[in-house]
């Protein structure tokens, strides 16, 4: 008898195990479009040159190796508020925003999570369907229940406003509402900044908070055009969480670099919630790792780094933007029966192609080329190398 016998084998995880998948298969000319990191055309998850920079300067002046705040970097917090929120309005909230470091944005939902199970009325978050697949994941195991609001219409390939709005209008007071801020994931598709006007109005009315999931800053359009949702939504009054990440925006991926800021909307409840999320946390992983969130402080605070960031984000959103135009252009070219074009119009690196599960199976099995079974393609993976025969799989397979 094993002391394990009780243990059952966990499904694989949908997204994950296809990196293992492909790290398995034999095929030199396999392709990879499932995972959510950013390449450049050589197929190469790059080290930004402002990084290496941060961290020259840190090998430099480190001086210890001692823990953090539970809470992290009082700097960190400031230059994250700032980058959220806007300089001016993070000034406004400071009193009513407790911001912690977190381990990515995935430990910031967590954390997050943890703190609604333990603390506020609520047992039930609500996802956008469809959302990213870890979501449900995250705070099912914090013992929350999850429900999903109408988002996207897969007919047209392109967020269904009108379904959102009404989706939105019917959540309970009190329940949390997980939107994402911005280059949804996995669809691609994103709502106007009036539009998000419009959401902050209906919070408000019906009671129900606000959740903001910000992994993409600055993927979409800019740094701050890509942060409306989470500037309105707090300038309106209204509390809110925000998950920051920055492994795609500084390709600190490996680093686990992120910030949970939450924005009380009352001073007097700022010190009750802080220490709430302390506990959080303290029962979690104690404290945040140093080094990650020290690059971040590291360039946000220098100015002619950040300007140099700035510059390095916009060649990343410019490459993705322009390999969705190149792969709509060459399907095109080539023939495909199906029109492509509503690629163009979504942000961000993921996309959802509206192929079928059995369509993603067979470029799978038959083409050595990996996507989520949803058909969500992180174009990102598409280079100058792999887009013919991309198109060409796909051209047998659809026709």
Known sequence: ??????????????????????????????????????????????????????ETRLLTNSKTKSYLPITGSPEYARLTQNLCFGSELAKQLRDQTVSLQTPGGTGALRVAADFIAKNLDTKTVWLSNPTWANHGGIFGSAGLQTESYTYFDNASLSLDYAAFIDAISKIPAGDVVVLHGCCHNPTGADLEPEQWEEVAKIAASKGWIPLVDFAYQGFGIDIDTDAAAARIIAKSGLPVFVCQSFSKNLGLYQDRVGALHVVTGDSAATEKVASQLKVSVRTNYSNPPAHGGGIVTTILSDETLTAKWHQEVAAMRGRIAGVRQQFVDALKAAGVSRDFSFLIKQKGMFSFTGLTKEQAMELREKHAIYIVNSGRINVAGITSANLERLVASLKSIIG
């Open 1 to 54: 008898m094993s002391y394990f016998d009780s243990v059952s084998l966990a499904p694989a995880d949908p997204i994950l195990s296809l990196t293992e998948a492909f790290k398995a298969d034999a095929n030199p000319d396999k392709i990879n479009l499932s995972v959510g990191v950013f390449v450049d055309d050589n197929g190469v998850t790059p080290v930004l040159d402002t990084v290496k920079e941060a």
